[in-house]
């Protein structure tokens, strides 16, 4: 509780002159208190905006839920009932080299190579279809107690979001959760956390139904920065409501990020810039 002191006037004026500031105090000091306790915390403003680098062809009927480039090659997996897939995709023309289609019950979600595995999540299915990367022929099937949405690794344990402020990070062989850790903003958590990718020792994740990359510390959750992409595919050219941002893929080797999103036409090859200057 905080407390509001004024030295009392003794003469007559004084006093009424007095009451009506005290009064006035109040007032300001209710208002003030009110905004304060029923604005929601500001979020940090976004530290990157980007260059437009390249644009390639996408299908526009991929659902993508899971972007990855691999030894020189593309590869995406794609979502809906009836629809799912796992796909080779030449980043040129964006032309499909290879598929495989998932069950009709089944929805296909994010994408990660391991071990010279491939791990292809399921929204609800609750199984992780594991694949020869150069065949996609199917190894295993893995079961998971969680949905599944975004999948990454760091070289040792893969990491999986299930739309939720959580990361989960899991053994390879197993499936088995190793640890998790909560995505927070301050004290904020970040729900809705898509598909992934870790690049440079950070988590970079899509937030659904934004156009907003999360960039995570692996060790304890905290978003470090974000991504604003806010314009890279105009309004104009979004099919739906779910023609979301989604999928990120990182050329290590050449330094080259590449971003698309939910029956996108176009996959774009980005460069980050700082939004403001640094002092």
């Known amino acids: 509780m905080v407390h509001v002191y004024f030295q009392r006037n003794t003469t007559p004026h004084s006093t009424i002159r007095h009451t009506r500031l005290t009064k006035y105090a109040i007032f300001v000091f209710c208002v003030f208190w009110l905004t304060a306790c029923t604005t929601a915390p500001p979020t940090l403003a976004p530290a990157y905006t980007y260059r437009l680098v390249n644009t390639y062809p996408h299908d526009p009927e991929a659902f993508t839920q899971g972007l990855i480039w691999h030894n020189g090659t593309l590869y995406e997996g794609t979502g809906l009932y009836g629809a799912s897939s796992l796909r080779q995709v030449a980043l040129e023309n964006g032309e499909v080299q290879m598929i495989t289609p998932l069950p009709d019950d089944l929805f296909g979600e994010g994408i990660t190579i391991l071990d010279d595995q491939l791990f292809q999540l399921t929204w609800r299915g609750q199984v992780a279809r594991v694949y020869d990367p150069n065949t996609f022929e199917q190894i295993a099937t893995i079961p998971y107690p969680t949905e599944g949405w975004g ?111 939910k029956l996108w036409p176009n996959l774009f090859e980005i460069e980050l810039v700082p939004s403001s200057p640094t002092p």
């Open 151 to 261: 999948l990454t690794h760091n070289g040792e344990h893969l990491i999986m979001s299930d739309g939720t402020s959580q990361l989960y990070f899991r053994d390879p062989a197993t499936f088995a959760e190793v640890r998790r850790i909560e995505v927070l903003e301050g004290e904020t958590p970040v729900t809705r956390l898509n598909e992934l990718e870790f690049i440079d020792g950070y988590i970079y994740a899509n937030v659904w139904k934004t156009d907003q990359i999360a960039i995570i510390d692996p060790e304890d959750g905290a978003v470090k920065s974000w991504i604003d992409l806010s314009g890279l595919l105009p309004s104009s050219q979004r099919r739906s409501s779910e023609a979301v941002l989604n999928g990120i893929a990182y050329d290590s080797e050449t330094d080259r990020l590449f971003v698309t999103g």
